[in-house]
């Protein structure tokens, strides 16, 4: 069989360069179930996925300080249980929807199964049909809760950053990444039961000069908010370094 020629090979590479292009911008087929979407179709999900995820926006009553829905009929500027027995640090956390089906798997794909793009395009597709957390407070720039770089290396990627990214774009603020650092390689949060949680992250940021956080109002950025013990612990370093107003921005919260 006769060697393909240099130029068939570039020509192949950039065929399927197009292609790849094709699929960011225009996806073949439902990020969560797979059913094909009509040719040239900007959407990321089809339309029973759509309407699955719009009906985990987050809605009504929620702790003004982490952002949980509060159950009964509770009264704006509530604090749940968590926030009242203890310091948060940051001032205020709201995620975009609930951490239910098809978010799940998506963050799942995004963060765990190389699946990079599906982060990014989520937010993307939610931001453009104005599904905002209610709560959201003016900020001075977007800064992505850091990796270590030896969990970027293995995972080839920084979910936090690449969510950071489109957020800041979107809201028209810098990106402030570099800023904050992780120090320490830990364990992943989600093994470990929620006393082991802080001491995994105690102690396992910091912040590379005084005068990039003091009296600016950040906003952190992760995939989602759990217990909040890795961006309370972000939070307290950042605000002992003179940070004036901090607030956790995460594509999904965890329900209560």
């Known amino acids: 069989m006769p060697e393909p020629s240099p130029l068939g090979t570039t020509l192949a590479g950039l065929r ?60 704006a500027g ?32 995004f963060k765990f199964g190389g699946s990079y793009f599906l982060g990014p395009r989520v937010l993307r597709f939610m931001l453009e049909r104005g599904w905002y957390p209610d709560g959201l407070e ?41 800023t904050l650092i992780r120090t320490r390689y830990t364990s992943q949060q989600a093994r470990l039961a929620p006393r082991q949680r802080w001491d995994n992250v105690r102690g396992a940021f910091r912040v590379r000069s005084r005068a990039e956080v003091a009296g600016r109002r950040l906003m952190l950025v992760d995939d989602v908010l759990t217990t909040a013990t890795t961006a309370r612990e972000c939070a307290r370093v950042l605000k002992r370094h003179g940070a004036a107003h901090v607030q956790v921005v995460t594509l999904a919260r965890t329900p209560p």
């Open 138 to 178: 003016p900020a001075d720039a977007v800064m992505p809760i850091p990796l270590h770089p030896r969990r970027r290396r293995e995972r080839g990627y920084d979910q936090a950053l690449l969510l950071a990214r489109v957020l800041a774009r979107r809201l028209d603020l810098p990106l402030q990444a570099g």
């Open 78 to 109: 509530s604090l749940c249980i968590a926030c009242r027995a203890e310091a948060r640090h940051f001032d205020r956390a709201r995620g975009f929807v609930l951490y239910a089906e098809p978010i799940r798997s998506v963050i799942h794909s």
């Open 16 to 75: 399927r360069a197009a292609h790849l292009a094709l699929d960011w911008f225009y996806p073949r087929h439902c990020c969560h179930c797979g059913l094909p979407l009509a040719e040239f179709d900007a959407r990321t999900l089809c339309a029973d996925c759509t309407a699955d995820l719009r009906a985990l926006r987050i809605t009504g009553t929620v702790c003004d300080v982490c952002g949980v829905p509060l159950s009964g009929d509770p009264a």
